[in-house]
């Protein structure tokens, strides 16, 4: 089975990067799509932004001067990189596996504090 | 960005009822519409794809619909494992987009 897993520090403080790794197992990432969401506290969902098994990316235009997704083809992981954090980019992100009938597969997600 | 309107916002049902959820977007997404239920804690899993195909392994009592720009979810015979949040999601276009959620509550 498809196995997502992100990593990265629990706390940002204001102004800094926020910089998450999803280590994917079983499952090739040069295959399909594999993106990025996040689960405000309140529960509003944010699609981020993805990378195609090409290695195109797409970011959601809210995000987009923020944004950087990259990929390291022969550890199978894909990075999310957000500049400039403020307290609202406080979430629970996800890693996830994008298909044309929906995302499939899913990380347990990393819930993330921007706080001083 | 298309916009998805979600309701209820919160659903408190009985064992053995049947519910429904309704997501209404902003314009025609031409059944593609995903249905997600997540559970404390855990991540979202994937019930229903293009409006109305059931995922692999997700219990026949989930079943999707749609009418125009309106998409349901049903939930038969409700059991208490139904219990968490349900959102949709659109991927029509991008950005993708999701409702805002439905938090069910089983009596």
């Given amino acids: 089975e498809v196995q997502l897993q992100e990593s ?3 706390l940002v403080k204001p102004s800094q990067s926020l910089s998450l790794t999803c280590s994917v197992t079983n499952y090739s990432i040069t295959n399909n799509y594999w993106g990025w969401i996040r689960k405000f506290p309140g529960n509003k969902m944010e699609w981020i932004g993805h990378i195609s098994y090409s290695g195109s990316t797409s970011s959601n235009p809210s995000l987009k001067s923020r944004i950087s997704i990259t990929r390291d083809t022969s550890k199978n992981q894909f990075f999310l990189q957000l500049n400039s954090v403020t307290t609202e ?13 929906g995302i499939d597969y899913w990380g347990q997600g990393v819930m993330v504090t921007v706080s001083s | 960005d298309i916009q998805m309107t979600q309701s209820p916002a919160s659903l408190s049902a009985s064992l053995g009822e049947t ?8 314009e025609d997404i031409y059944s593609n519409l995903a249905w997600y239920q997540q559970k404390p804690g855990k991540s979202p899993q994937l019930l229903i794809y293009y409006a109305s195909s059931l995922q692999d392994g997700v219990p ?7 009418s125009g720009t309106q998409y349901s979810l ?7 494992e139904d219990e968490g949040d349900y959102f949709c999601q659109q991927s029509y276009k991008f950005p993708l987009t999701f409702g805002s959620g439905t938090k069910l509550e089983i009596k």
């Fill in chain 1, 8 to 10: 990265g520090p629990g």
């Fill in chain 1, 89 to 101: 980019d406080t979430a629970t992100y996800y890693c996830a596996r994008l298909t044309t009938e």
């Fill in chain 2, 19 to 26: 519910v429904s959820i309704e997501c209404l977007a902003s």
């Fill in chain 2, 60 to 66: 026949s009592r989930f079943s999707g619909s749609e």
């Fill in chain 2, 74 to 80: 049903e939930i038969n015979s409700l059991q208490p």
